[in-house]
Antibody, heavy 119, light 107 residues
Framework: EVQLVESGGGLVQPGRSMKLSCAAS????????MAWVRQAPKKGLEWVASISYEGSSTYYGDSVKGRFTISRDNAKSTLYLQMNSLRSEDTATYYCARPNWEPPYFDYWGQGVMVTVSS | DIRMTQSPASLSASLGETVNIECLAS??????LAWYQQKPGKSPQLLIY???SLQNGVPSRFSGSGSGTQYSLKINSLQSEDVATYFC?????????FGAGTKLELK
């Protein structure tokens, strides 16, 4: 059974940093691109970033480019999202998602982790 | 970026009724269209991909259709467990973009 379990969220002040993790199991992690998708409270879904199989290629949405970094550790089957210079508009539930196809749709999603950016 | 416009934003339907949700893309997306169901407090679940292919394990009362810029999700014989918000998403071009969602409630 495919499982994606996010961790690392919480309350952070504007301008500070936070790192999210996603532990994957139930599939061969290195065989898949991986992605982060976020959802602001009571809002729609926004693709944040994607990473290729070995991490050599990364893709970012315009709203996070230059501030967020997606990475992965295939030995640990873990995906990461380093978020710097956080803004109030980054407040959202962040989902780890497994893409199918490129550009992706997403066939498995984690339960999500809440990030609140507030002073 | 490709803009995805969903309609209606919300709808109310009775048990056993047939429901249709529409999604309009700002340009041709060549059937690179997925539909997701999100129940309250849960993560999205994939229902349909390639505009009309049913994801494994999804009940057959769900179906998708469309081409070009116009797509639709149909739910036959509405069940209580179908109460959710539904999102469309295009994956023809980066960035992948989502519709704003359609909230489905029981009448």
């Amino acid at each position: 059974e495919v499982q994606l379990v996010e961790s690392g969220g919480g309350l952070v002040q504007p301008g500070r940093s936070m790192k999210l993790s996603c532990a994957a199991s139930g599939f061969t992690f290195s065989d898949y691109y991986m992605a982060w998708v976020r959802q602001a409270p009571k809002k729609g879904l926004e693709w944040v970033a994607s990473i290729s199989y070995e991490g050599s290629s990364t893709y970012y949405g315009d709203s996070v480019k230059g501030r967020f970094t997606i990475s992965r550790d295939n030995a640990k089957s873990t995906l990461y999202l380093q978020m710097n210079s956080l803004r109030s508009e980054d407040t959202a539930t962040y989902y780890c998602a497994r893409p199918n196809w490129e550009p992706p749709y997403f066939d498995y999603w984690g339960q999500g982790v809440m990030v609140t950016v507030s002073s | 970026d490709i803009r995805m416009t969903q309609s209606p934003a919300s709808l109310s339907a009775s048990l056993g009724e047939t429901v249709n949700i529409e999604c309009l893309a700002s340009e041709d997306i060549y059937s690179d269209l997925a539909w997701y169901q999100q129940k309250p407090g849960k993560s999205p679940q994939l229902l349909i991909y390639n505009a009309n292919s049913l994801q494994n394990g999804v009940p057959s009362r769900f179906s998708g259709s469309g081409s070009g810029t116009q797509y639709s999700l149909k739910i036959n014989s509405l069940q209580s467990e179908d109460v959710a918000t539904y999102f469309c998403q295009q994956y023809n071009n980066y960035p992948p973009t989502f519709g704003a969602g359609t909230k489905l409630e029981l009448k």
